[in-house]
């Protein structure tokens, strides 16, 4: 089979050569590319031999795939799978895998990160200090016996509640299913409605999908404390992004931090978002640590072993 790394997986280099000379004695040819496609006619050029693909989280059209004859498996070095038409590889009979769980502790983390950067507004007092101001008498607050909402309680949701009880947080916790061990742990779970009115902090730690998009809109904004604020790690498409903008504009909470958006940056200039000093922004890092991207390379080849071997491992399609 010939099986195509789209770009980078940002682990050491030599690995790929070992992997390659590995597959070549299966009778398999590897291809690997380390840097990312600009467009589709890039990509198409790289993947339409290919029996497989390993993919992070750079968008394949519908069209591309189209033109892919031979392609079987789709290896997804990434949790979300969104970015891959999902009908498509259904009707084709083209089986998709992930690699959920390598960022599981990275996104809890950035999450607390988060909540605290706002708490003591760092990146105002930042801007401060760069311009020779003084703290100017602006007073921050503590964590302890904050109210934390965590929307969707999978592996990062339960992992964020298991860093938020060590720092005597209350979680409250909204999901389709409830997971007794997240209860145990000391969250407790609520309706949505509660979730965005009773939270100091709403935390998005939900994969995209038909049931989660725009899950919040203007109505579930509208719901949150004046001092509250949104955080979302998770997805951008999850959030009416222009209903938190404006929530943000006049004030109806008070911050956010936002690591995703409703397009992938870098974002476009004239995007409200920039002009505003109640917000963090970053450009999608919560996966973005060593540790993250030394597991994300285990599971990606771990999946691509089992395939060959005729098994499927975190199969997703």
């Known amino acids: 089979m010939k099986i195509v ?17 590995d597959l070549a004695s299966l009778g398999h040819e590897f291809a690997y590319y380390l840097k990312a496609p600009k467009t589709d006619e890039e990509i198409l050029k790289r993947i339409k031999d ?74 105002n007092n930042e801007i401060k200090t760069r311009k020779g101001k003084t703290h100017g008498n602006l007073l921050g607050e503590e964590l302890d016996n904050k109210v934390v909402g965590i929307i969707g309680t999978g592996k990062i949701g339960a992992r964020l509640n298991e860093l938020l009880q060590a720092f005597n947080l209350r979680v409250l916790a909204y999901s389709r299913t409830i997971k007794k ?32 998009e725009h899950l919040i809109g203007e109505k579930e904004i509208a719901l949150m404390k004046k001092n509250a ?12 992004e222009a209903a938190l903008i404006n929530a943000l504009k006049e004030n109806r909470i008070k911050g956010a931090a936002l690591d995703v958006f409703s397009i992938e940056p870098p974002l476009n200039k004239e995007n409200e978002l920039l002009k505003l000093n109640n917000v963090i922004l970053s450009p999608h890092i919560g996966y973005m640590t060593k540790e993250a991207m030394k597991k994300r390379a285990e599971i990606a080849f771990s999946n691509l072993y089992a395939f060959l071997d005729g098994k499927i491992t975190n199969k997703v399609i």
């Open 181 to 212: 061990e997240l209860v145990q742990k000391g969250a407790t779970y609520v309706d949505l409605k509660d979730i965005m009115s009773k939270s100091d902090f709403v935390c998005l730690t939900l994969p995209l999908n038909k049931d989660s």
């Open 5 to 21: 790394l789209l770009n980078d997986l940002l682990i050491n280099k030599g690995l790929y050569e070992g992997v390659k000379n």
């Open 229 to 240: 604020y949104f955080i979302n790690t998770s997805r951008g498409g999850i959030v009416d």
């Open 50 to 123: 290919a029996d497989v693909l390993i993919v992070d989280n750079t968008k394949i059209s519908e069209e591309v795939l189209s033109k892919c004859p031979n392609l079987k498996y789709i290896d997804v070095a990434f949790t979300g799978y969104d970015h891959i038409p999902q009908n498509y590889c259904k009707e084709h009979k083209i089986q998709v895998s992930n690699c959920s769980g390598y960022a599981t502790e990275a996104v809890a983390e950035l999450n607390l990160a988060f909540i605290i950067s706002l708490l003591r507004d760092l990146r």
